[in-house]
C-alpha cells in the first residue's frame, strides 16, 4: 500500500469542498524520533499530501517522510530556545493551537500527548485523536512531576495546572472520533475527558527485527534513564543476583544507577540500530521495569525472536501474553522483578521463538493502517 487515497473516505456528515478532501496532521511536538513521531510518519504514508502542523520543529533530528513534508509551526517555534525549552512554553501552547487556520481542511488528525487536540476545526470537518495518552504531568502523574521539579516551578505548577486542566478537559469535546494507542489509554481517555475511544496500537515494522540462532547470556533493559522508566528496579534486581544485564539508555538518572549498580551490569549510552538489532535477537529476554502507555520495546523484542519480562500493568498487558511470550511480575520492585527473573529462567527451556514473532505480527503497520481507514470511515 502506497498511501491512502483520501478520496475513497466517505465523511457522510457533511459535503467535500473539495474533489479530494484536505487532510491536516496536528502533532504536539517534533524534536526526536521516539514513538509518537513513528506514528506521524506512518501517518504521513497513509496521507502523503497531509499539511503537518506543530508547536516546535527541529528538522535535523527528524526522518526523511517527516522532513518531505509541508510543516508549518506556531509562534512557540519563535520563541527563545524553544527546541530546547518548549516544555516550559506549555502554559502558551492552547492559545497557539487555537492560532492555526485549519478551516481549508476536511480531515484533521491530532496527535496527542503534549497539546495538539485542542486546535479548531471547521464544523463540517472530522476531527480524529490519535492519543498517545493524556497529558501526564496534568494528571495521574502530577504529584511525581511536581515533587521532582524546582521550588520555582513547584510553587508556579497548582494554579498553572489547574487552568490547564480545565483547558484540556474543555478541548476534548472538540474531537469527532478518539482512538488509544492502548486500552491503558482507552481507560485514562474515559477517565479524563469521559470519552469512548477506539484502540488503535501504534505501528511498529516488525519486518525489521530478525531472530538470532546466537543467543548470549544477559538480559536487556532499553529505555531513557529517567524516574518514570523505573530503570533503577533492573539495576538493584540484577546487582542483587548477580546475572548479566546490559541497559541501553541516556538520561539524569544515568550517573545514580552506575554508581549503585554491580559489575555485572553494563550501561551503554546509545546503540546504533543495527545494534540494537542484535542486542534484541541475543539477550535471554527483555526487562520492562515501567507502567508504559503502549510501550514498543516489548514487541520488537518478540519480532527479534525473545521473551519479555514485564511490570504487569498499562501496555504491556497488549502487547506480552503471559506464559507463552514473556511473564508479568505485579509488585513494581527489584523483589518481585528477581522472582520473575527466576521464573525466566524455567520459562526458557520451553520457549518457543515463533510464539513471539507471531505475536510480534499483530502490531504491523498494515493494522493500523486498516483501523486507522476504518475509524475515519465509520458511521
Avoid at 487556520?101 to 485542542?118: C, H, M, N, Q
Avoid at 540462532?213 to 548477580?242: E, S
Wanted: net charge positive; proline share 6%; hydrophobic share 40%.
Amino acid at each position: 500500500m502506497t498511501g491512502l487515497d483520501p478520496g475513497n473516505l466517505l465523511i457522510r456528515s457533511a459535503p467535500q469542498r473539495f474533489s479530494q478532501p484536505r487532510v491536516a496532521i496536528v502533532h504536539y511536538w517534533l524534536v526526536a524520533m521516539r514513538g509518537g513521531e513513528r506514528v506521524v510518519e506512518r501517518l504521513l504514508h497513509l496521507f502523503p499530501q497531509a499539511d503537518l502542523f506543530t508547536h516546535v520543529y527541529a528538522p535535523e533530528r527528524m526522518s526523511a517522510a517527516i522532513r518531505a513534508a509541508r510543516v508549518q509551526t506556531s509562534f512557540i517555534d519563535r520563541l527563545p530556545f524553544s527546541r530546547r525549552l518548549y516544555q516550559y512554553y506549555l502554559p502558551l501552547m492552547p492559545v497557539a493551537l487555537e492560532e492555526f487556520d485549519l478551516s481549508a481542511y476536511d480531515i484533521v488528525i491530532s496527535s496527542e500527548s503534549g497539546p495538539a487536540k485542542g486546535i479548531i476545526t471547521r464544523p463540517d470537518s472530522m476531527h480524529l485523536c490519535y492519543c498517545h495518552s493524556p497529558m501526564r504531568y496534568l494528571w495521574d502523574h502530577y504529584h511525581q512531576y511536581k515533587a521532582e521539579a524546582s521550588r520555582p516551578a513547584r510553587l508556579a505548577m497548582p494554579l498553572m495546572y489547574n487552568r490547564l486542566r480545565q483547558w484540556d478537559v474543555s478541548s476534548s469535546a472538540r474531537v469527532d472520533r478518539f482512538a488509544a494507542n492502548s486500552n491503558f489509554i482507552r481507560q485514562r481517555i474515559a477517565k479524563v475527558w469521559r470519552r469512548d475511544a477506539t484502540v488503535i496500537h501504534p505501528p511498529v515494522d516488525t519486518n525489521l527485527f530478525t531472530p538470532s540462532v546466537d543467543v548470549g547470556d544477559f538480559y536487556l533493559w532499553v529505555g531513557q534513564l529517567v524516574p518514570y522508566k523505573r530503570p533503577d528496579i533492573a539495576v538493584d534486581a540484577f546487582t542483587a543476583n548477580g546475572k548479566p544485564l546490559v541497559v541501553v539508555g541516556a538520561g539524569k538518572l544515568a550517573s545514580r544507577l552506575r554508581a549503585r549498580a554491580g559489575p555485572n551490569v553494563t550501561f551503554i549510552e546509545r546503540m546504533n540500530f543495527n545494534e540494537l538489532r542484535q542486542a534484541y535477537a541475543r539477550c535471554r529476554a527483555l526487562v520492562m521495569t515501567a507502567e508504559e502507555d503502549f510501550g514498543i520495546t516489548p514487541v520488537e523484542a518478540m519480532a527479534s525472536g525473545r521473551p519479555v519480562i514485564a511490570y504487569g500493568r498499562g501496555g504491556a498487558l497488549d502487547t506480552v501474553e503471559d506464559g507463552v511470550t514473556g511473564l508479568f511480575y505485579h509488585d513494581q520492585d527489584s523483589s518481585d522483578l528477581s522472582l520473575a527473573v527466576d521464573g525466566m529462567e524455567r520459562t526458557l527451556r520451553d520457549f518457543n521463538p515463533r510464539d513471539a514473532l507471531q505475536r510480534a505480527s499483530a502490531f504491523a503497520p498494515e493494522h493500523f493502517d486498516r483501523k486507522i481507514r476504518a475509524l475515519l470511515q465509520a458511521e
